[in-house]
């Protein structure tokens, strides 16, 4: 662990390839979820979560699992500069004084045996307990755990995700072909998720499981990824919270400072960020 702890502080203290922007007045909040980047993967929007970082602060972060994709590492090594630097973010926002906090999922489930330890500032837990602004307990945990394909059927686990990886290629030629008509991010896979009648039952299957099982720990609310889909609801006065993906939607689920919770959409925000300025009428 102490060859990581120096990999780490060597990584922190090195430069990045896309030079950390200087924004003048930065987002501030109180906490960040962030889950399912998925680096190592060529599906993972690097380049859009390293703008989110460049332009939000906050005093508390969550890495909500699956931040790095061991289970395509294994099979080909891909990881661009612009994967490094996100890591560089990350580390460097510990560095800072940020409470950072990383709960692996099972996509880097080879994480898990070092929860209890710090990496670089980051503290690896195995789930946690945040406590709002407003009083309000929330359970924060990856949500594998829940997941019946993956506990009772590994195998098709694995099946799934090769298919999804497939998709997800027909995904970048289709934001391929979107950028030279410069038309904005669209996820195709989010799409296809939404209006697959199995794939609306299961997510909302899964987030009533995994609402009962916060439910079951004294919590207010839970706090999860996971299954790609950012969403806030109500589930038997149960606060369900998925901060969502840096693959399909590019969300963060975010708390104010008076413990109000908010899902950012970020390419949204770039469009819009981007979108010229309405021209100004001249009085006749």
């Given at each position: 662990m102490n060859d990581l702890s120096n990999l780490a502080r060597d990584f922190a203290t090195?430069?990045?390839?896309?030079?950390?922007?200087?924004?003048?007045?930065?987002?501030?909040?109180?906490?960040?979820?962030?889950?399912?980047?998925?680096?190592?993967?060529?599906?993972?929007?690097?380049?859009?979560?390293?703008?989110?970082?460049?332009?939000?602060?906050?005093?508390?972060?969550?890495?909500?699992?699956?931040?790095?994709?061991?289970?395509?590492?294994?099979?080909k090594l891909h990881w661009p500069a612009a994967h490094n630097d996100v890591v560089w973010r990350l580390l460097k926002r510990a560095k800072r004084g940020a409470e950072v906090i990383y709960i692996p999922g099972n996509h880097d489930e080879l994480v898990r045996q070092f929860c209890g330890l710090d990496f670089g500032g980051i503290a690896i837990r195995r789930d946690a307990m945040h406590e709002t602004a407003d009083g309000r307990k929330l359970l924060v945990l990856h949500g594998d755990e829940f997941d019946a394909i993956m506990l009772s059927h590994r195998w098709l686990a694995y099946l799934g995700d090769a298919a999804y990886e497939a998709i997800m290629g027909l995904n970048r030629l289709v934001n391929a072909w979107r950028r030279l008509f410069r038309m904005p991010y669209w996820s195709l896979s989010k799409h296809a998720k939404a209006k697959v009648k199995n794939a609306v039952e299961f997510i909302s299957k899964y987030e009533e499981v995994v609402a009962q099982a916060a439910a079951h720990r004294g919590?207010?609310?839970?706090?999860?990824?996971?299954?790609?889909?950012?969403?806030?609801?109500?589930?038997?006065?149960?606060?369900?919270y998925n901060d969502g993906d840096w693959v399909e939607g590019c969300t963060a689920l975010v708390e104010h400072f008076d413990g109000r919770m908010e899902i950012l959409h970020w390419a949204d925000e770039i469009q819009e960020r981007q979108a010229p300025a309405p021209s100004l009428m001249l009085a006749a």
């Open positions: 090195s430069q990045p390839a896309i030079p950390e922007r200087v924004i003048c007045r930065r987002r501030q909040y109180r906490t960040i979820w962030i889950s399912d980047v998925h680096l190592g993967t060529r599906g993972c929007n690097a380049e859009m979560l390293i703008d989110f970082l460049d332009h939000v602060d906050s005093e508390k972060m969550y890495l909500v699992g699956d931040i790095i994709d061991g289970w395509r590492l294994k099979k919590a207010d609310g839970v706090v999860c990824g996971h299954i790609h889909t950012a969403e806030f609801r109500d589930i038997g006065g149960i606060a369900y």
